[in-house]
């Protein structure tokens, strides 16, 4: 079982940053990718990026360039700097957690089995 926590979410007016933060725990294993994914209502659940046990990184194609997915070990927590932010970024954001062992970074919502409660973050135009 792995338990995810989210927190970092907000309000900010478009052109801002923001930082969430995923506080993982519980037995994760070696082989592990960890991803941001976004929602909006009446619409369907969107990869934002993930990073798995070996480094490799992989993004949606509309934050490229504009958010970054990162791990902080020594903290057991997993981070999303989000610059450049856009009205369209406005989504309720979830941290998630899939045993992973292929060799490409998923990004599909249905191959993370663990899921934090999700964290809002607003921007405004």
């Known amino acids: 079982q792995v338990q995810l926590v989210e927190s970092g979410g907000g309000s900010v007016q478009a052109g801002g940053s923001l930082k969430l933060s995923c506080a993982v725990s519980g037995n994760a294993g070696t082989n592990i990718c960890l991803g941001w994914f976004r929602q909006t209502p009446g619409k369907e659940r969107e990869g934002v990026a993930a990073?798995?046990?070996?480094?490799?990184?992989n993004y949606g194609d509309s934050v490229k360039g504009r958010f970054t997915i990162s791990r902080d070990n020594s903290k057991n927590s997993l981070v999303l700097q989000m610059n450049n932010l856009k009205p369209e970024d406005t989504a309720m954001y979830y941290c998630?957690?899939?045993?992973?062992?292929?060799?490409?970074?998923?990004?599909?919502?249905?191959?993370?089995?663990?899921w934090g409660q999700g964290t809002q973050v607003t921007v405004s135009s």
């Open positions: 990073i798995c046990s070996d480094g490799n990184l």
């Open positions: 998630a957690a899939a045993h992973w062992s292929a060799g490409y970074v998923p990004l599909a919502p249905g191959l993370f089995v663990y």
